[in-house]
T-cell receptor
Framework: KNQVEQSPQSLIILEGKNCTLQCNYTVSPFSNLRWYKQDTGRGPVSLTIMTFSENTKSNGRYTATLDADTKQSSLHITASQLSDSASYICVVSEGSQGNLIFGKGTKLSVKP | DGGITQSPKYLFRKEGQNVTLSCEQNLNHDAMYWYRQDPGQGLRLIYYSQIVNDFQKGDIAEGYSVSREKKESFPLTVTSAQKNPTAFYLC???????????FGAGTRLSVL
């Protein structure tokens, strides 16, 4: 069964610290993996999209990695800011029909 | 939220009532989607449309209906047959079916 598992479920860090969010998937065939940021009560906003051949992709303080062999991805946030408080959703696109499989998200809280 | 507008932001439904959620996009995208988001769960696909006058059921279409008479518009009707409609509803669009999706700000539906 195609699944996307994210960990941790929630995370609290102090402003200025770094953190890493994990995403494991069992989607096959694989097309691409996306990370979205969703502020409370808002729609998700795309951070990165990675295909099979890409190992690392950055977007400002956000860096996503992908290991297609182990079917794992991570999202690293550097020098966290209060505005980083949000849910981060990992989404994997299934290759044959392009169906999206969504993880449940990691809720990040950045405290001053 | 890009060029996707969802309205209203909050909606209340009475027992046995049908309600319609609006989704409009000015991105000239061919594909549009409706998702439902419940606390602690990943987004689930209700309906999607790859082109005007055509749409397909997603994973949880029962109790919902859609239309796609115009490229810019993809309204979702939550019918009285949907017994548990309380959720956050997200509309998204993409240039084509397998491209990255852009989300609206969402509509929160509650039952009176």
């Amino acid at each position: 069964k195609n699944q996307v598992e994210q960990s941790p479920q929630s995370l609290i860090i102090l402003e200025g610290k770094n953190c890493t969010l994990q995403c494991n998937y069992t989607v096959s065939p694989f097309s691409n993996l996306r990370w979205y940021k969703q502020d409370t009560g808002r729609g998700p906003v795309s951070l990165t999209i990675m295909t099979f051949s890409e190992n690392t992709k950055s977007n400002g303080r956000y860096t996503a990695t992908l290991d297609a062999d182990t079917k794992q991805s991570s999202l690293h946030i550097t020098a966290s800011q209060l505005s980083d408080s949000a849910s981060y959703i990992c989404v994997v696109s299934e290759g044959s029909q392009g169906n999206l499989i969504f993880g449940k998200g990691t809720k990040l809280s950045v405290k001053p | 939220d890009g060029g996707i507008t969802q309205s209203p932001k909050y909606l209340f439904r009475k027992e046995g009532q049908n309600v319609t959620l609006s989704c409009e996009q000015n991105l000239n995208h061919d594909a549009m989607y409706w998702y439902r988001q419940d606390p602690g769960q990943g987004l689930r696909l209700i309906y999607y449309s790859q082109i005007v006058n055509d749409f397909q059921k997603g994973d949880i279409a029962e109790g919902y209906s859609v239309s796609r008479e115009k490229k810019e518009s993809f309204p979702l009707t939550v019918t009285s047959a949907q017994k548990n409609p309380t959720a956050f509803y997200l509309c998204a669009s993409s240039r084509q079916a397998k491209n990255i999706q852009y989300f609206g700000a969402g509509t929160r539906l509650s039952v009176l």
